[in-house]
């Protein structure tokens, strides 16, 4: 499919002139501060089963008679087995954006900054999900595979090809993370694996949220009602697999629970709605500001979660 953001005359001119000036700074920005993980994170160091590895009011069934039943460490075990599972669909997550943004350099010019940055994102993603793996592999949690429905949505996605939504979803998803990785790097109680994997995390995210958000901006101003009306409802629906596929049941089943029942206590608890609110909220702010969440789709948003 052709590159529709590629506009014409004065306007498209400056517009252009903006792309590549954003695209300048990112990649000034990537050389130097880009991260290797197999050498900078310490993948020997012990991993201490007492440690967290997110904050105890983070976690799905905290505050619940489920949470009650369990010890300290089998608490802290189900911490490190839900940030697995987020971990595994973070991978998904990346695969189908880098798919998206090999795309994206396809329909454009690589001599342009533009197109030269989101290859230095798709070698960002590739080094995130090699670590994500490696971090899922150093828990003994037992898949980085999504789940059969989340795979199914990525092909959906790869088959409808559609950039705008792809440069959509990945600032939902990279808002979100971002806002669960601040709480982790703050919090000097939790595992430092965990920390150390989200610190290099944070740093690259920061870029590709600064690239995505100006072209959405763009490809928003350029969208017919029509096309505006069907996009609000899809992101509605994009935002709330993801996150629904960011809590694996097999977490529940390695704490020795059963998975149907957490899952309705999970999905009861007002401290697990709390958190997929707070880490959304940036990603929400901005989608409301722009006007891709309006109150034609607001219930959908509060359905999911993502709204209080
Ligand atoms: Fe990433
Ligand atoms: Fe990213």
Redesign the pocket.
């Known amino acids: 499919m052709p590159d529709t953001a590629a506009p014409t005359g004065t306007l498209a001119q400056q517009r252009n002139a903006d792309r590549e000036l954003n695209a300048a700074r990112l990649l000034r920005a990537s050389a130097k501060h880009s991260f290797d993980p197999l050498t900078e994170v310490d993948w020997a160091a012990p991993v201490d089963p007492d440690h967290y590895a997110l904050p105890a009011h983070r976690v799905t069934l905290y505050g619940t008679p489920l949470w009650d039943r369990l010890d300290e460490r089998q608490r802290a075990q189900l911490s490190v087995h839900q940030l697995a599972s987020t971990t595994a669909a973070?991978i998904w997550f990346?695969l189908v954006l880098m798919e998206g943004l090999v795309r994206h350099v396809y329909a454009n010019d690589l001599t342009t900054g533009h197109a030269q940055y989101a290859l230095t994102e798709v070698a960002?993603?590739c080094r995130?999900s090699t670590m994500f793996a490696r971090y899922i592999a150093a828990t003994g949690y037992p898949s980085a595979r999504p789940t059969r429905r989340a795979e199914r949505l990525g092909r959906l996605h790869m088959f409808l090809n559609d950039t705008t939504m792809t440069f959509a979803g990945a600032i939902f998803v990279e808002e979100f993370t971002d806002a669960m990785q601040r709480e982790m790097i703050r919090d000097e109680s939790l595992q430092p694996l965990a920390r150390s994997v989200a610190r290099i995390?944070v740093v690259?995210?920061a870029r590709?949220i600064g690239y995505a958000k100006p072209e959405l901006e763009r490809r928003w101003a350029r969208m017919t009602p029509a096309r505006r009306a069907l996009f609000r409802h899809a992101l509605a629906h994009l935002a709330r697999q993801s996150v629904a596929e960011i809590v694996h049941p097999r977490v529940y089943s390695l704490a020795g629970l059963d998975p149907a029942e957490a899952r309705r206590a999970a999905a009861a608890n007002p401290h697990w709605k709390q958190a997929r609110v707070d880490w959304s909220r940036k990603a929400v702010d901005f989608f409301s500001d722009l006007g891709i969440i309006t109150p034609a789709t607001t219930r959908r948003w509060q359905r999911a979660s993502l709204l209080p």
């Open positions: 973070g990346e960002d993603e995130h995390h690259e995210e590709h």
